[in-house]
């Protein structure tokens, strides 16, 4: 297994980002990032899937979209497609044909920011999701950067302060949206696969006269992402790279990081049953029992959660391990003390053991 970094949920010119794929892929480039899944609202930008190399790094750009409901009043209800090659945006004033769309044309769909708040600082309202009803999609961004800025950013003085001194913004997932996984997860009874998203945009703030840029592509991408385990590195042929990205992003064979604390490399969630070892995401038989264990590449607060509730933590340690014949589902999540805060460092998608 290989670990990759991956970038989701972005947005250029094409729609109201401030930048080009070119910036893009740049940024990725100097934050470290192996590839980028674009996202612009309602378009299915074409022929724009690219790689750009230097040295001997490359990163991968790959296209989705964003699509939502322009006419909805209020706005809200985001939902992020990619792995499709039709433009979708048709089907957005019914999130429930709009989802099964992705289905039919190979995509996937991750619910966007189903939850934040409105920042009245700076006029913006909230985009959370409205459709609780829908079935069928791959998962929900359990950890949007915007959202999180707009959310603890609800007094002027709070909100200059994180957007001038972004890196002591982020503290953790939304708790609201972590609880909404767990319930889904558990009335699903099936796979719901989390992602973080950026959300980039390359902002720029205009204050009366004053105009700064913030949370800039790099910024972002340094600060967050999606490692997915992959069977090889990239290997320069986009169609074989995008299908084994988009195949263990749909698989869940991923975990998200805030990167900023330290790297989460080497982070790795696995479990032992009969049947041999299994990573994150993965369905296995409890029957004959299971040995869970965590590995962090330094010391933090591990957190092991079966079916939405805390069951093992250790502090200060880099392993965890748990012994058990009890079905669940089972997921990490990780903590370090950073800029005076414990703040969230990982959360992995969980083991379903039935
Ligand atoms: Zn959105
Ligand atoms: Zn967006």
Known sequence: MEEILVGIHMHT?????????ADLLKAALKAGLDAIIVTDHNVLVQDAETYLQEKRRKVLLLVGEEVHDQTLKGGGSHLLVFGHNRELAQYAPNPQALI????????LSFIAHPYEDTLPAFGEAEFGWRNWEVKGFTGIELWNQLSEFKTRSQTLPGAIRNALFPRGMMEAPLERTVKLWDELLLKHKQPVVAIAGN????????????????????FQFRSFSNHVMVPNLLKGEIN???????????????????????????????????????????RVDSSSGLTFQVRLPIHGHIRLFKDGKMIKESWDREILTHITTE???????????????????????????F
């Open 100 to 107: 099964n769309q992705a289905n039919s044309n190979h995509g």
């Open 327 to 353: 079905p669940g589902i089972y997921r990490v999540e990780v903590y370090q003390d950073y800029l005076g805060k414990h703040r969230a460092w990982i959360f992995s998608n969980p083991i379903y053991a």
């Open 13 to 21: 010119r094409y729609s109201d980002g401030n930048g080009s794929h």
């Open 240 to 282: 074989q790279d995008r299908a084994m990205i988009y195949e263990a992003l749909a698989n869940g064979h991923t975990y998200l990081a805030n990167d900023q604390i330290h790297s989460a490399r080497g982070f790795r969630y696995t479990v032992n049953t009969k049947d041999g070892t299994f990573i994150l995401g993965d």
């Open 199 to 218: 959300d980039a945009h390359n902002l720029i703030i205009h204050k009366g006269p004053i105009k700064v840029h913030i949370y800039t592509y790099e």
